[in-house]
């Protein structure tokens, strides 16, 4: 049985672990190591994650599959959200999954658990942004409901990558 975990404090190792697999994963195919090593030095670290956990305008959620976490979410309310311009809103700023559980449900699970939090908040909509060379993550959130409604860059590495803005409306 598949369980979602209020973060705290005391899951940044688990949050650290499980974030570095997936996100390395989903990016090192199209992207260089040198670039890989160097977002990851600056952005997965204990400090930075505690700084997240510790922030009001943020929330982490664990995907347990029995004892083993196999996904996660990270959700940002407007204090926290990485572009302005959303503020009756929840942005998805990172969810993944354990690419050996793509398939499983374990992202809609993680989805769901997004609405849930922003109709709690009386949120009018969802919204993230994904890379648009993602195309099995694209396929996802149209699945779920998502649709494009622009575009932004992301920097990564030393690099603009254009990303796709997409939104769930309540």
């Not at 398939?103 to 949120?123: D, F, H, P, S, T």
């Given at each position: 049985?598949?369980?979602?975990?209020?973060?705290?404090?005391?899951?940044?190792?688990?949050?650290?672990?499980?974030?570095?697999?997936?996100?390395?994963?989903?990016?090192?195919?199209?992207?260089?190591?040198e670039?890989?090593?160097?977002?990851?030095?600056?952005?997965?670290?204990?400090?930075?994650?505690?700084?997240?956990?510790?922030?009001?305008?943020?929330?982490?959620?664990?995907?347990?599959?029995?004892?083993?976490?196999?996904?996660?979410?990270?959700?940002?309310f407007?204090?926290?959200?990485?572009?302005?311009?959303?503020?009756?809103?929840?942005?998805?700023?990172?969810?993944?999954?354990?690419?050996?559980?793509?398939?499983?449900?374990?992202?809609?699970?993680?989805?769901?658990?997004?609405?849930?939090?922003?109709?709690?908040?009386?949120l009018?909509?969802?919204?993230?942004?994904?890379?648009?060379?993602?195309?099995?993550?694209?396929?996802?959130?149209?699945?779920?409901?998502?649709?494009?409604?622009?575009?932004?860059?992301?920097?990564?590495?030393?690099?603009?990558?254009?990303?796709?803005?997409?939104?769930?409306?309540?």
């Amino acid at each position: 049985m598949v369980r979602i975990i209020s973060c705290d404090s005391s899951h940044v190792e688990d949050l650290l672990r499980i974030a570095k697999v997936t996100f390395t994963d989903t990016y090192a195919a199209k992207n260089s190591a040198e670039g890989m090593r160097d977002y990851l030095a600056l952005h997965f670290t204990p400090a930075v994650f505690e700084a997240q956990l510790s922030d009001k305008n943020s929330l982490y959620f664990l995907a347990a599959e029995g004892e083993n976490y196999v996904g996660y979410l990270k959700l940002n309310f407007a204090g926290a959200q990485t572009e302005a311009g959303h503020p009756d809103s929840l942005e998805i700023e990172r969810i993944y999954v354990l690419k050996e559980f793509h398939g499983a449900g374990m992202g809609q699970l993680l989805v769901e658990k997004a609405i849930e939090v922003a109709r709690e908040n009386e949120l009018k909509y969802l919204w993230l942004g994904v890379w648009t060379e993602n195309e099995r993550a694209i396929h996802f959130y149209e699945k779920m409901g998502f649709e494009k409604i622009g575009t932004h860059i992301f920097h990564f590495a030393g690099e603009a990558q254009t990303d796709y803005l997409m939104a769930l409306y309540l």
